[in-house]
């Protein structure tokens, strides 16, 4: 389960052949406490929580990162390893 950024005490991962529970391109993002997993077309929650303030900052990364986060969907799905992706600043 690569960790592929990390903003704010905002941990973003995502994970090798991920495509049981949630078949949509996601990430798992964890904050103290609270885990919560976003669509990455939508932003959607598919799963869990995040603190509201939280949110709006991973989703605004998301946004950001929009193709990046495709083309490493990609290669988790297929088990390749995924690429760093810049912090939200």
């Known amino acids: 389960m690569p960790v592929i950024s990390m903003f ?3 941990i973003i991962r995502m994970f090798f052949f991920d495509t049981d529970q949630h078949q949509a391109p996601h990430i798992h993002v964890e904050y103290a406490e609270h885990k ?6 939508a932003g959607d929650v598919l799963a869990g929580d995040l603190p509201a303030n939280k949110l709006r900052l991973v989703l605004a990364w998301i946004e950001i990162h929009r193709e990046e986060l495709i083309a490493d969907w990609a290669l988790a799905v297929q088990g390749e390893s995924v690429f760093r992706i810049e912090p939200l600043r």
């Open 36 to 41: 919560a997993v976003l669509g990455i077309a």
């Open 8 to 10: 704010y005490g905002i």
